[in-house]
């Protein structure tokens, strides 16, 4: 049975592509296409970034783990540079 267009809300009536009422052996012959939902999947992944040059993305959701002594060097290091750029330890 088919429903009238105000009857659709407008998310279900954006997703249809074509509808075709045809008159068949018993009654109205409806036949319904909708939208490629794999077509709108490839636009957002373009949109995202995803596709690449390379054939495989990968999106690694867990942070990489740091050790503390990894952190701690890298910033005494990054404190000992600016120093060093600034003139270091003078005394007037």
């Given at each position: 049975?088919?429903?009238?267009?105000?009857?659709?809300?407008?998310?279900?009536?954006?997703?249809?592509?074509?509808?075709?009422?045809?008159?068949?052996?018993?009654g109205l012959k409806a036949t319904i296409k909708l939208?490629?939902?794999?077509?709108?999947?490839?636009?957002?992944?373009?949109?995202?970034?995803?596709?690449?040059?390379?054939?495989?993305?990968?999106?690694?959701?867990?942070?990489?783990?740091?050790?503390a002594n990894e952190i701690l060097r890298e910033r005494?290091?990054?404190?000992?540079?600016?120093?060093?750029?600034?003139?270091?330890?003078?005394?007037?």
């Amino acid at each position: 049975m088919l429903k009238p267009s105000a009857a659709i809300s407008p998310d279900d009536r954006a997703a249809i592509e074509s509808l075709k009422v045809k008159p068949g052996k018993n009654g109205l012959k409806a036949t319904i296409k909708l939208h490629s939902k794999q077509r709108a999947l490839d636009s957002l992944a373009r949109l995202l970034g995803l596709y690449r040059k390379s054939q495989f993305v990968t999106i690694d959701h867990a942070p990489k783990k740091r050790d503390a002594n990894e952190i701690l060097r890298e910033r005494l290091l990054k404190i000992a540079r600016a120093g060093e750029k600034n003139g270091g330890d003078k005394k007037e």
